[in-house]
């Protein structure tokens, strides 16, 4: 059996969850072993217009890229978003709670005008092709995408959780940052991450997004609960969960 | 105080069995021929096994043929999740995991011996039946008139399509067939499972009557035998449930009070009453 | 039965003798809050807790993750066992029912060897509560003090603990402890007042009921609104499942290594309160609704659970984890059997 031709391109984003494969160190050695690498521009000089499966990091926020996307997409038989730019939008979605023109000129200044400096809203990868599996957060998290690449390589559904946070959180026998005074995102967020920024005293940012029915009446109850205004709890949601249905109710 | 078991086994240990042959009965439906390299399977009609595929996962699966069968056990498996897509992969010769058979809610093989038996079956419902049916019908003098009634979805939906022409064409049984929509070549009846149900009504009074197919079925079955007032001890239904342990201890397929895995999958109708969840 | 009374110092010497010979697991503090650890040290060791974030009988019992087999692709399966002997030291009365119960689960039916082989090889030396944390209601869950199911039990009178043994294996392994002196009358008067002011101290919620009556109760409560009412504002967030001492219910997952010859099936902990947990392939979910999973624990624990074991003793101990861990304050059973009771009544 000839190995998967493997993929990784990149729009908007960091390349933070590109740096996590990267960081995957001896693991790196068995993916590499177990599937093609053809095009990597972060690791790698070849390139490839034949691929299995297309790893996508980072959001769609130029029309350009639209088209970009939609050629990549048409190549491959999977289509990966990885991490929370291309799974939700990311912290680049922030952008869409203001006027493009003021976002552009309070980044650029004095250059904003320059035609390579147009900008559109911003979109997850989902809101412009068809996706066919999602890896989580803000950075992904290494053990997961290790899983699921696994697992897509056996032909298997990779099991994502429905459930929240919390309940990895409690699993590991966190105190509840609620207690502390944190306004923590983890009853409504996607849980995976193995609750990585509560066990160390960090409140959930919602890097990983909403599970499938987030209770937001519930959110708004607590909120009250614990002396704080919806406001607040509005403010910690914009952060990964701009122009989200679940932010805005 | 807790006791030490003496008997040491694995309740989660599959047992490996191999592929004698694999085919597909239509689009979605493979069966598997599968015989056990060590101890051969023992089951009774309605119990179901844990089909294991290693680094994939298990799925619950009823088996399909009766214990009157002898050469191995069958299986009857629909690609809908991650491991019944695997299995559709395998091929004579292949190994795969086994756990069970399982379930002490099974059908009434003993109970129904002397008396009518109406299946009720609707698409997929057919294979779990066809354990009891094959059964009866290997031993057709234990038991009065067998009267089976299927419903399927469309014409390429049919399958065991040897055996439903063998039955149509017994005269000690009485088969009788419909599909949801009819195609233009379709000669047969029209319409879902329980228009059937008058077809036969005068055999239905003290008869048992095994229900099967998917969830949405069983309230419309329900509805449809009510108005003959049937005691509902006679009736059974195979309660499909996400039995992922299959040994009672994982919850997932628990009704109510009842897991699934341990006091189904067949339930009489009588003993439903109290498990609201169950239809 | 032996009772031994011995001074906080020696029972200190006893401790660290054992941790020699074996790993000995037992509550220490959490910042402000407490948790069972392996102990390298008695020092560590906090016996004044007033409830450990996990349930020690869950945590070493049927841990959040374990292996259950491994396999290789198109081979065979091989059970995976941990029996490591081990401590547990100073689990309170509550979670000793709730492991009581759950030994029951796993050795009924159906014998569980992964879970029962490490209870075999454990040691259980309970202590009663000196400090009642601020939701426990132990008492009213018949839960508050401890007859049996321990090898030792421990009760702190002050300057020095009683050690009562509950098995042969307790007696053994108070043997050890040097400095251990027959408990006199006097202690024994005592502990009795510990046990007798324990009963009102584990009692910050009060259910008005007997808990054997719970069953009844709900035999007549599965269409009452507040089953609607509650999970309303419900996050499904399973905090209430994974604090639990009691819940039980694991989901199953394989993984694979890299060369894709070797397998590994793991179990870990589920939640009947999660979306999906009745989801089958097909997608059809059997519990799709907050409210009907919201009252399917109630069940599970007032109900469905002390039938099936055939006990008077419901499947939920009064830890109160529940309470403190729901942040939208739904999850207590004391208030919703309450309520059940204020609108249904007792009969």
Request: hydrophobic share 35%.
């Amino acid at each position: 059996m000839s190995k998967p031709r493997i993929a990784i391109f990149d729009f908007a984003c960091c390349e933070g969850c590109q740096l996590q494969i990267v960081n995957l160190e001896e693991e790196l050695l068995d993916l590499i072993d177990a599937v093609d690498v053809v095009e990597w521009r972060e690791a790698m000089s070849e390139q490839s217009h034949e691929y299995d499966i297309a790893i996508i990091e980072g959001s769609i926020t130029r029309p350009e890229d639209e088209k970009r996307i939609e050629v990549i997409r048409s190549r491959a038989k999977i289509l990966i978003a990885l991490g929370a730019c291309a799974t939700i939008g990311g912290v680049n979605k922030l952008k869409n709670n203001f006027d493009l023109a003021d976002v552009k000129k309070c980044v650029y200044g004095k250059s904003a005008d320059m035609p390579h400096l147009d900008t559109a809203l911003t979109k997850a990868l989902d809101e412009v092709v068809k996706v066919d599996y999602k890896i989580h957060g803000c950075p992904i998290d290494r053990k997961e995408f290790t899983y699921i690449v696994r697992s897509l390589l056996m032909g298997k559904t990779p099991d994502i959780p429905l459930y929240p946070v919390c309940v990895e959180c409690k699993a590991k026998g966190n105190p509840c940052l609620w207690d502390e005074g944190q306004v923590c995102l983890g009853p409504i967020i996607r849980a995976g991450c193995g609750a990585r920024c509560p066990s160390f005293g960090f409140r959930c940012f919602g890097c990983r997004g909403y599970v499938d029915n987030p209770n937001v009446n519930a959110a708004k109850d607590i909120i009250e609960k614990y002396g704080l205004t919806t406001d607040v709890l509005k403010s910690k949601m914009l952060l990964f969960g701009s122009m989200q249905e679940p932010t805005n109710a | 105080m807790i006791k030490q078991n003496t008997v040491e086994k694995d309740i989660y240990l599959p047992q490996l069995a191999t592929v004698k042959k694999a085919a597909m009965l239509n689009e979605t439906e493979l069966y598997l021929h599968l015989a056990m390299d060590g101890q051969p399977l023992d089951y009774v009609p309605g119990q179901f096994v844990e089909v294991s595929l290693a680094g994939i996962g298990e799925a619950p699966v009823t088996i399909a043929s009766s214990p009157t069968f002898k050469d191995g056990f069958e299986l009857v498996i629909r690609k809908v999740g991650t491991v019944t897509n695997a299995v559709h992969k395998l091929q004579p010769g292949d190994k795969l995991g086994i756990r069970g058979a399982f379930g002490k809610g099974v059908y009434p093989v003993e109970e129904a011996k002397g008396r009518n038996i109406i299946f009720i079956c609707g698409g997929i419902g057919l294979v779990p039946q066809r354990s009891f049916i094959n059964y009866v019908l290997d031993n057709r003098a234990d038991y009065g008139d067998v009267i089976i009634l299927l419903g399927t979805k469309c014409q390429s939906q049919r399958f065991f399509l040897d055996e439903l022409k063998a039955w149509s064409q017994r005269s000690d049984i009485q088969f009788i067939e419909t599909v949801d929509q009819g195609e233009d070549c379709w000669k047969g009846n029209v319409g879902v499972v329980t228009t059937l149900i008058p077809k036969i009504k005068s055999k239905l009074a003290s008869a048992v009557i095994p229900v099967c197919g998917p969830p949405v079925m069983y309230k419309f079955v329900l509805m449809a035998l009510q108005e003959y007032e049937l005691p509902h001890e006679n009736i059974y239904l195979n309660l499909e449930r996400k039995m992922k342990c299959g040994v009672g201890k994982c919850g997932h397929c628990q009704i109510n009070h009842s897991y699934v895995c341990m006091d189904g999958p067949v339930f009489k109708y009588s003993d439903l009453g109290v498990m609201p969840e169950a239809i | 039965m032996t009772i031994k009374k011995i001074s906080k110092d020696a029972f200190g010497k006893f401790v660290d003798g054992l941790i020699k010979q074996q790993k000995v697991m037992g509550p220490c503090a959490k910042g402000d809050r407490f948790e069972f650890e392996q102990l390298d040290s008695s020092s560590q060791l906090r016996l004044d807790y007033d409830v450990t974030l996990r349930p020690p009988n869950r945590k070493y019992f049927l841990p959040p993750v374990e292996t259950l087999l491994t396999c290789e692709v198109g081979g065979g399966y091989q059970s995976v066992y941990d029996d490591t002997e081990f401590v547990l030291l100073g689990i309170h009365p509550y979670d000793l029912a709730a492991l009581n119960q759950m030994d029951q689960i796993f050795s009924r039916d159906n014998y569980d060897t992964h879970y029962m082989k490490r209870r075999l090889a454990a040691t259980i030396i309970a202590c009663d509560v000196v400090t009642p944390s601020k939701d426990v209601f132990a008492a009213s869950m018949g839960t508050a003090t401890a007859e049996a199911g321990f090898d030792v039990l421990l009760t702190d009178i002050g300057d020095s603990y009683l050690m009562e043994t509950g098995s042969p294996k307790g007696e053994k392994l108070i043997e050890k402890a040097q400095g251990a002196v027959d408990a006199a009358a006097g202690d024994l008067e005592k502990r009795k007042n510990i046990w007798k002011e324990n009963q009102g101290r584990l009692s910050k919620h009060k259910l008005n009921c007997s808990s054997s009556y719970l069953p009844k109760l709900l035999e007549k409560a599965y269409s009452h609104p507040v089953w609607e009412e509650k999970a309303k504002t419900c996050f499904s967030c399973g905090s209430c499942n994974q604090v639990c001492p009691t819940c039980y219910c694991f989901n199953v997952q394989d993984d694979v290594s890299w060369d894709f010859t070797k397998g590994t099936r793991q179990r870990a902990w589920d939640g009947c309160l999660l979306d999906g947990f009745t989801k089958v392939a097909g997608e059809h979910e059997f519990r799709k609704k907050r409210e009907d999973r919201f009252r399917h624990r109630l069940y599970r624990k007032g109900k469905y659970v002390p039938e099936k074991l055939g006990t008077k003793t419901p499947a939920c101990v009064g830890c109160g984890r529940c309470v403190s861990a729901c942040l939208p304050d739904i999850a207590n059973p004391v208030n919703i059997y309450n309520r059940l009771i204020d609108d249904l009544g007792l009969e």
